[in-house]
Each structure stands twice: as structure tokens, then as C-alpha cells.
Nanobody, 121 residues
Framework: QVQLVESGGGLVQVGGSLRLSCAAS????????MGWYRQAPGKQRELVAR???????NYADSVKDRFTISRDNAKNTVYLQMNSLKPEDTAVYYC???????????????WGQGTQVTVSS
């Protein structure tokens, strides 16, 4: 079973920066994509950013030009650099990975436990 271990959340003031990291707990045969979602209180979980195996990425309109997603394939790790943070960025951020661990296994979506990001005004 693959576990995704997240780190980097916390409390930051408006305009500040945080960097989230998410690493897989075991070796992965191949990864289709990795990404970050977030869920604010009373709201649905939404996609923040996603990066595909070929390197292409997409972002929610609300975070474009402020957040950058990147990955380290050798470490099966994905990062989210968040700059110019706003109070509306406050949420629990979840790491997601679609991967397979063996040739015979199918693609599976894995999720991290979530890390809290709080932006104070």
C-alpha cells in the first residue's frame, strides 16, 4: 500500500509563502500524474494544481501566477510553492497521486492525510 506523506503546511500572513511537499512511502512503478487539492470549511474539495508525467501542468484560475507545482521523479515527490497567499487560500491541502506499483496492477488514486494551511489577515 502506498502512503503519501505531506509536509509544509502552517500559519502564514497575507502575502507570505509556503512550500508543500508530498512523498510516496514506497517505490512506484509509474506515475500518471500528481497534484494538490484543497478543501475549505463548508466547501467541496477542489483541484489546485496537477502535473503530468510528461511535465505539463494545470492550475485553478484562482492560483495561477501565484502557485507553482513541480516534481522530483527520482524521489516520487511533488511540491507546491505558494506565493502571495491570500485568506481565501486557507484550507486543508491534500496530495493526490495516480500511480501503479507493479506491471499487473491497475492505476490507483492515492491521497495524503491533508495538511492545514491558514492565511491570516
Amino acid at each position: 500500500q502506498v502512503q503519501l506523506v505531506e509536509s509544509g503546511g502552517g500559519l502564514v500572513q497575507v502575502g507570505g509563502s509556503l512550500r508543500l511537499s508530498c512523498a510516496a512511502s514506497r517505490s512506484i512503478l509509474s506515475i500518471d500524474h500528481m497534484g494538490w487539492y484543497r478543501q475549505a470549511p463548508g466547501k467541496q474539495r477542489e483541484l489546485v494544481a496537477r502535473i503530468f508525467s510528461g511535465g505539463t501542468s494545470n492550475y485553478a484560475d484562482s492560483v495561477k501566477d501565484r502557485f507553482t507545482i513541480s516534481r522530483d521523479n527520482a524521489k516520487n515527490t511533488v511540491y507546491l510553492q505558494m506565493n502571495s497567499l491570500k485568506p481565501e487560500d486557507t484550507a486543508v491541502y491534500y496530495c493526490n497521486m495516480r500511480a501503479r506499483t507493479t506491471v499487473r496492477s491497475g492505476w490507483t488514486d492515492y491521497w495524503g492525510q491533508g495538511t492545514q494551511v491558514t492565511v491570516s489577515s
